[in-house]
C-alpha cells in the first residue's frame, strides 16, 4: 500500500471485475497494427510493457467494429470479423500475464476518417473541417438510414462478442471525441428531422440500442463501460446536462462504468490537451456525473503526476483514473508512484509532438517527446554496455542530462561538465511562462536522477585539452541566438528573446518581438498576458509555423483575449532608438517601442565539437548542438547517442 497515494492504490471493482487500483490505462491510437487490422507483435511488445507498469486495467486503443466504414486510421485494429479473435486473444493474454485487467474499446469513427476514403458515414451530411479541407466534397459523409443504423448497432453488439470470446474481461464502447455516437448525440454534427435526430431522446437513442445490444449478446455478468465527452466544446454542441441525462439513461441499461473526457477533433485541445491548457482538464465532466450515477466514473485528461490522482479520488470527483499520456512518457508511472517514489516519473510534458502529431496527422505509430522506446519496445532499451567507458558530457540542458543518464545506467564512468549554476538549459527560459509549466516537472526529474545516480557536475567551462582523459566526450552543447543582418542590433534596445525572457535584460512597456515562430510567439504572449503592449512582426505569410496543432489552436485562442497587434509579410529592416523600422505588405513604417525582442532562430554550439574532432577524439553531437529543435530532438538524440557508445 502506498502511503502516499492511498486512496489511488486501493482495489476496486468495475461490475464484477475487481482492479488491483484505480489506474486504467485510457485507450489511444497507437498506430502499431497491421493494415488488415490484426494484432501486430510490434503491438503485443509495447501492451505488455504497459501492463507490466503497474496499471490495474489495459483499456486497448479503439477497434473498428465493421467493414464498411468504422476504420478511423492507418494500422487501425479491428475487430470486425472473426479472423481478429486470434490476435486478440493473444493480446488479452500478454496483458493479463503482466499483471492488468485486459479491456479494449469498440469504435466507429463516423465523419472522422482520417484516410479521407469513403464510405464515410455519420449522422448527417456534415463533414469533418480538417477532411473538408483536405479533400473537399470526398470528405461529405453519407448519412446513415434506418437500416443502416441498426446494421451499426449490431456491429457493436458482435464486436463485444467478440471482444469476450477473445479473453477481455471489460469492454468500453466509444461514445466521445467527434466519433459516430457524437455524431448522432450532438446537434453540431446531426440535423436529421427522423427518430435519431431532434430532441434529446432522439438523438442518444443509437447510444441505447448499442449498449441494449452489447449486454443482449455479451450477458449480464460482462463489465461494460462507455466513454462519454462532457461536452464537445461546439458553440451549438451538447451542453454537460445532455450528458447526465444519457449517463443516466445508460446507468439503467446496464452500463458499469463511465469513462469521462471532453471535446472532438475539431476542438482536439479539449480532448487532447496541450500544456496551455489547464491540467485535470476535463475532470469536472466526471466530478458531475458522478453525482447523478450510481456506478463508478473513470475521470480522465492531463491528469499528469500522481498528486492529482489521488486528490480527485480522496475529494470524490472520480472512483477511478484514466492514464493516457503519462503511460507514454513512463510506462512504470504506476508502480513508482505505488512504491512512494514519484520523483522517479518521468511526466508528460503535453507538447503532444510524439504522439497525437505522429499518429493523428503524419499517419506514423505513437512514440513521445521524452520517452523514445515508446512503440521501440524490445529494441532500445537500456543495456549494459560490453565495455564500461569514461565518458564526459558537456552541457547540462535536457540532452545532456539524458545522454548522462543512460550512459551512466550502462554501466558507463560519466561526468557531467556545465559553467552555468544550474542545470535545465534552455529548457529554463522555456519553463518560463505560466502556460509552459508543465515542463517544470520534467526539469525536476532530470536533476533528480542524476543526483540519485551519483553523477557528478563540474561547474566549470572545459576545452578540448582538458577532455583529454576520457575516452569519448558526448557534446550538449545546446544553441544559441541568431541575430538579423540589420543596423540596430546592437543598440541597448534590441534583445535577444533568452535575455527577455530569464530577465537578465529588461523589457519595456511596449514591445515589438520579431520573429513569429514558436519561441517568438510564446514570448510575445507570454509579455501581453502580462501587461506589456506587444506588436509581433513575422516576414511569412502566418505566425507559428512547424508548431503542433493543439499549440497552434490553444495559442491563437490565448492571443485573441489579448490586445496583440500581430503583422505577417513584414520583415525587420532596422533597430532605432525610438523602436523597430519594418516593411510590409503597406511599405515602410517604425513601431515605437521601449524594447525590439529578437527570435528568429538559433545557431547550434559545435564549437567544442569541432575541436576535439580536430585533435581525433572520440565526439558526438546531440540535442540542439545538432541543430535547433525541440524538447523531443533533444531526448531522442541524447537517448540513442548514449545507448550505441
Known amino acids: 500500500m502506498s502511503k502516499l497515494f492511498p486512496t489511488l492504490f486501493s482495489p476496486a471493482k468495475i461490475g464484477n471485475v475487481t482492479l488491483k487500483n484505480r489506474i486504467l490505462k485510457a485507450p489511444q491510437s497507437s498506430g502499431m497494427n497491421n493494415k488488415d487490422g490484426t494484432v501486430s507483435e510490434r503491438a503485443i511488445r509495447y501492451y505488455s510493457e504497459q501492463a507490466a507498469g503497474g496499471a490495474g486495467c489495459i483499456i486497448v486503443e479503439y477497434a473498428y467494429v465493421d467493414e464498411i466504414g468504422s476504420k478511423s486510421a492507418h494500422c487501425h485494429l479491428g475487430i470486425s470479423n472473426n479472423e481478429h479473435i486470434p490476435g486478440l486473444s493473444w ?78 474481461e471489460i469492454v468500453e464502447i466509444h ?20 427518430l435519431y435526430g431532434g430532441s434529446l431522446e432522439n438523438r442518444m437513442r443509437i447510444y441505447l440500442e448499442i449498449a441494449r445490444d452489447v449486454r443482449k449478446k455479451v450477458g449480464p455478468d460482462f463489465a461494460v463501460t462507455i466513454r462519454l465527452s462532457g461536452t464537445d466544446y461546439e458553440p451549438d454542441g451538447f451542453p454537460i446536462e445532455d450528458t447526465v441525462a444519457l449517463a443516466q439513461a445508460l446507468e439503467n441499461e446496464g452500463i458499469n462504468a463511465f469513462h469521462l473526457s471532453g471535446g472532438d477533433h475539431h476542438t482536439m485541445i479539449h480532448q487532447v490537451s496541450p500544456m496551455a491548457i489547464p491540467v485535470c482538464h476535463n475532470v469536472w465532466a466526471a466530478e458531475e456525473i458522478k453525482k447523478h450515477v450510481s456506478v463508478p466514473v473513470i475521470a480522465s485528461g492531463s491528469i499528469t503526476l500522481p498528486e492529482y490522482a489521488e486528490e480527485i479520488l480522496a475529494s470524490g470527483k472520480g472512483d477511478f483514473i484514466g492514464l493516457g499520456r503519462p503511460l507514454w512518457a513512463d510506462p512504470e508511472w504506476p508502480n513508482k508512484a505505488c512504491a512512494d517514489h514519484p520523483e522517479d516519473i518521468r511526466p508528460c510534458i503535453r507538447c503532444n509532438e510524439g504522439c497525437l502529431e505522429r499518429t493523428f496527422f503524419h499517419h506514423k505509430a505513437v512514440t513521445c517527446a521524452v520517452n523514445p522506446v515508446i512503440s521501440r519496445e524490445g529494441e532500445l532499451h537500456i543495456r549494459p554496455a560490453a565495455t564500461p567507458r569514461k565518458i564526459a558530457v558537456v552541457g547540462a540542458g535536457c540532452a545532456g542530462l539524458e545522454a548522462a543518464r543512460v550512459a551512466k545506467l550502462r554501466g558507463h564512468d560519466v561526468t557531467i561538465f556545465e559553467e552555468k549554476a544550474m542545470d535545465g538549459g534552455l529548457l529554463n527560459e522555456a519553463a518560463a511562462a505560466s502556460f509552459k509549466a508543465d515542463i517544470r516537472p520534467l526539469m525536476r526529474y532530470q536533476s533528480t536522477q542524476v543526483r540519485k545516480l551519483g553523477i557528478p557536475v563540474e561547474r566549470k567551462r572545459v576545452t578540448a585539452e582538458a577532455l583529454e582523459g576520457f575516452d569519448a566526450v558526448i557534446c550538449a552543447t545546446g544553441s544559441q541566438p541568431v541575430l538579423p543582418p540589420v543596423p540596430g542590433v546592437d543598440k541597448p534596445i534590441a534583445v535577444d528573446a533568452l535575455s527577455a525572457i530569464n530577465g537578465s535584460k529588461p523589457v519595456g512597456k511596449r514591445v515589438v518581438v520579431v520573429g513569429g515562430g ?24 502566418q505566425i507559428m509555423n512547424g508548431v503542433a496543432v493543439t499549440d497552434l489552436l490553444a495559442y491563437t485562442e490565448r492571443i485573441a483575449k489579448t490586445d496583440m497587434r500581430i503583422l505577417t509579410s513584414t520583415r525587420l529592416m532596422a533597430v532605432t532608438d525610438e523602436g523597430a523600422v519594418v516593411q510590409g505588405p503597406k511599405g515602410e513604417m517604425v513601431l515605437p517601442a521601449d524594447t525590439v525582442i529578437l527570435a528568429i532562430g538559433f545557431k547550434p554550439c559545435q ?3 569541432a575541436a576535439l574532432q580536430a ?21 531522442h538524440t541524447a537517448y540513442r547517442t548514449a545507448l550505441k557508445i
Open 518 to 541: 514558436l519561441v517568438g510567439s510564446e514570448t510575445a504572449l507570454d509579455l501581453a498576458e502580462n501587461g506589456h503592449e506587444v506588436t509581433l512582426v513575422e516576414m511569412l505569410p
Open 615 to 635: 585533435a581525433g577524439k572520440e565526439a558526438y553531437l546531440v540535442g540542439d548542438a545538432v541543430k535547433a529543435g525541440k524538447i523531443y530532438d533533444a531526448f
Open 607 to 609: 564549437k567544442l565539437y
Open 175 to 194: 461514445g466521445a471525441h467527434g466519433y459516430l455516437l457524437t455524431n448522432f448525440f450532438s446537434p453540431h454534427t446531426n440535423h436529421r428531422t427522423d
Open 91 to 168: 493480446l488479452a493474454e500478454c496483458i493479463q500475464e503482466n499483471g492488468a485487467v485486459p479491456a479494449i474499446q469498440i469504435e466507429h469513427c463516423g465523419r472522422q476518417k482520417f484516410p479521407g476514403t469513403q464510405p464515410i458515414c455519420a449522422a448527417s451530411e456534415i463533414p469533418w473541417p480538417k477532411l473538408w479541407a483536405q479533400y473537399g466534397t470526398q470528405a461529405v459523409p453519407h448519412a446513415l438510414t434506418i437500416e443502416e443504423i441498426e446494421d451499426v448497432v449490431h456491429a457493436f453488439g458482435d464486436a463485444a462478442l467478440r471482444a469476450k470470446t477473445a479473453g477481455f
